[in-house]
């Protein structure tokens, strides 16, 4: 029988993956110490992404909501992810994944983040769907200016660079996905960005409450709640 994988290895091999960018490096770097394929690392993520979603930003400390969606590939066809981001906290808050882009999807993503926020501002780019779903809601809606626009694009595009992961390693075959294995992936990635990642044009992790490094703040984190 294969001898189960401790937690911390899994913990450890995810924070790799992370780090990295690989799923075949991150297995390749965990071999001093067990031997588990880049499809074992996958499942680990899967498995982390409901344990992730247990941390969020306190609606008293977003002070306003930046919305953008950017465009990533499943199975080689064009999806949507809309990303909810926190300027001055530099906090990923929410996610949506979906095939379209329309005023009401951005309506429901919008309800949703008046729901685990509060009625915040919303600023956006210049994009039709925007304010009438801001009405709709009666949210105050703004459009960013370039200043606060080039900080959303690099959100975006720090958020890209990692997603490319999707199309070239784990095509989805199913004809009628749901979604479900992109959106596990985007849970411990913004949990990853919130609590641990040093990053270069972000800055540092903008939840983080101690000076640990970041595979131990990592663990720390994941083990407390896995264990509790």
Same mark, same amino acid.
């Given at each position: 029988?294969?001898?189960?994988?401790?937690?911390?290895?899994?913990?450890?091999?995810?924070?790799?993956?992370?780090?990295?960018?690989?799923?075949?490096?991150?297995?390749?770097?965990?071999?001093?110490?067990?031997?588990?394929?880049?499809?074992?690392?996958?499942?680990?993520?899967?498995?982390?992404?409901?344990?992730?979603?247990?941390?969020?930003?306190?609606?008293?400390?977003?002070?306003?909501?930046?919305?953008?969606?950017?465009?990533?590939?499943?199975?080689?066809?064009?999806?949507?992810?809309?990303?909810?981001?926190?300027?001055?906290?530099?906090?990923?808050?929410?996610?949506?994944?979906?095939?379209?882009?329309?005023?009401?999807?951005?309506?429901?993503?919008?309800?949703?983040?008046?729901?685990?926020?509060?009625?915040?501002?919303?600023?956006?780019?210049?994009?039709?769907?925007?304010?009438?779903?801001?009405?709709?809601?009666?949210?105050?809606?703004?459009?960013?200016?370039?200043?606060?626009?080039?900080?959303?694009?690099?959100?975006?595009?720090?958020?890209?660079?990692?997603?490319?992961?999707?199309? #070239? *390693?784990?095509?989805?075959?199913?004809? !009628?996905? %749901? $979604?479900?294995?992109? /959106?596990?992936? =985007?849970?411990?990635?913004?949990?990853?960005?919130?609590?641990?990642?040093?990053?270069? #044009? *972000?800055?540092?992790?903008?939840?983080? !409450?101690? %000076? $640990?490094?970041?595979? /131990?703040?990592? =663990?720390?984190?994941?083990?407390?709640?896995?264990?509790?």
């Amino acid at each position: 029988m294969r001898e189960r994988t401790s937690l911390w290895l899994m913990l450890y091999g995810v924070y790799l993956y992370y780090c990295c960018n690989g799923l075949i490096r991150a297995s390749r770097a965990l071999e001093p110490w067990v031997k588990r394929s880049y499809v074992a690392i996958w499942k680990w993520v899967q498995r982390l992404a409901p344990l992730c979603d247990r941390f969020d930003v306190k609606k008293g400390r977003v002070s306003c909501i930046f919305v953008d969606e950017t465009m990533v590939r499943i199975r080689g066809r064009q999806a949507w992810v809309w990303v909810a981001f926190e300027p001055y906290l530099k906090c990923f808050l929410a996610f949506y994944v979906g095939w379209q882009q329309n005023t009401l999807v951005a309506y429901l993503f919008l309800k949703e983040l008046r729901r685990r926020y509060g009625r915040k501002t919303i600023y956006t780019d210049d994009a039709d769907w925007y304010p009438l779903a801001c009405r709709w809601l009666r949210l105050e809606h703004h459009v960013y200016g370039d200043e606060w626009k080039e900080i959303m694009e690099r959100m975006n595009q720090y958020f890209k660079d990692r997603t490319e992961c999707f199309d #070239d *390693l784990f095509p989805c075959f199913k004809e !009628e996905c %749901d $979604l479900k294995h992109v /959106h596990n992936w =985007i849970s411990v990635f913004r949990f990853y960005h919130n609590y641990v990642r040093v990053n270069e #044009d *972000l800055g540092n992790a903008p939840l983080q !409450e101690d %000076d $640990l490094p970041e595979y /131990h703040r990592f =663990i720390k984190l994941l083990e407390e709640v896995t264990l509790s």
